[in-house]
Structure formats: C-alpha cells, structure tokens
T-cell receptor
C-alpha cells in the first residue's frame, strides 16, 4: 500500500463552487500534514499545514484532519480559475524520521 | 533571501553520460531534500541531509545515483551512468525542521536523457 494516497482526479469544478480534495495515509504515527499547490511547470508551494484533529481555516482554504481514520482533506471555497493547479498531500511520519512523503497529487481545474 | 537555487534548469544528455545537479539551500536551513518528480510516480524522496550528513537515502533508486553535501551551502546529486528512465524533474528543497514544517523548493532541474 502506498504511504500517501490521493483521489486521482482530475477534478473539475465551476467558478465559485467548493472543491474538495482528499488524502489518506498509512502510518498511524504520522504527526504533520501538509497541502502543497503546484502550478504547471512550477515547484510545489505550501498552502496549508495541520497537526491536530479537526479543522483549520485560512481564508478560502480549510484543512481537515482525522487521525483515527487516517484521513486529511482540503476544501477550497469560492473556487477561482487561479486555483487551477495540482494539489499535493504530504505527510511526515514523525518520530526521529524527518522525511516528508507526498501523494501523487490531484489536478484541479476551475472553469470560469 | 534568494530562496533555494538549483542549477542547471534544463539538462539534456545522452544515455551513459554523467549528470550532476546542483543545489544551494536557504541559509540557516539545516535540512536538505532531493526529490524526483514524474507523471507516473509523482514526487519521490530520494535522499535527505541534516547538518550536511545524509540521514535517509532509501529512496535512491540504485547505485548509479549518489548525493553529497560538502558544506551547508551546497549539495550535488550525481547520476552515472545516466539512463532514459532517469528523465524527470529533480527538485531540491530545504527547511529548518525537516518534514515538520514548510519545505522551500527550488525551481527544479528538468533532466532529459536521450
């Protein structure tokens, strides 16, 4: 089983809608969870981090974490065409291991 | 701060040639990561360093790949000999606290092995 799985997409939503991106992970000891955005031909950039169960909101973005279900999600409200990108879920395994494992990403297209 | 600097941006080489990718992390960042990105496999961690010491190289695909960090300001990823299946985008990233906080990525090196 791959360590970090994302819904493969692509995901297409109309402008102004809510985009929902999902991610599951296999290591129950994971402690840190991140969402990166990657525009075509560019490098990944961090948009959200979450460390404890529940919701974390930042502007139009909300990250949700459920450690019991080993599930992380990202909601984008009032989606804009500029949100069109690949969204990468990343998980840190915790303990003494500082490495960050990425999912394969979900391509989101927001249609005007 | 100039960010993470990678060179070259693009590299085209022939099978069997040696390829060296370079990275300058952000000053003060103790962790440096090398990732490889392909459509099929996504973003894969190859190796990471802490204070110039390689900590986990389990992602290095085979002995043809090697990485060094001779000082806090410079790291190299070398492929010798290169093969067409090594074609990918190679990213270097750095951070203060490893995978516990934000990784700053360089612009990447697009490698094409013909």
């Amino acid at each position: 089983q791959k360590e970090v799985e994302q819904n493969s997409g692509p995901l297409s939503v109309p402008e102004g809608a809510i985009a929902s991106l999902n991610c599951t992970y296999s290591d129950r000891g994971s402690q840190s969870f991140f969402w990166y955005r990657q525009y075509s031909g560019k490098s990944p950039e961090l948009i959200m981090s979450i460390y404890s169960n529940g919701d974390k909101e930042d502007g139009r973005f909300t990250a949700q974490l459920n450690k019991a279900s080993q599930y992380v999600s990202l909601l984008i409200r009032d989606s804009q065409p500029s949100d069109s990108a690949t969204y990468l879920c990343a998980v840190n395994s915790g303990g003494s291991n500082y490495k960050l494992t990425f999912g394969k990403g979900t391509l989101l297209t927001v249609n005007p | 701060d100039a960010g993470v600097i990678q060179s070259p941006r693009h590299e085209v080489t022939e099978m069997g040639q040696e390829v060296t990718l370079r990275c300058k992390p952000i000053s003060g960042h103790d962790y440096l990561f090398w990732y490889r990105q392909t459509m099929m496999r996504g973003l894969e961690l190859l190796i990471y360093f802490n204070n110039n010491v390689p900590i986990d190289d389990s992602g290095m695909p085979e002995d043809r790949f090697s990485a060094k960090m001779p000082n806090a300001s410079f790291s190299t990823l070398k492929i010798q000999p290169s093969e067409p299946r090594d074609s990918a985008v190679y990213f270097c990233a750095s951070s203060r606290q490893g995978g516990y906080e934000k990784l700053f990525f360089g612009s990447g090196t697009q490698l094409s092995v013909l």
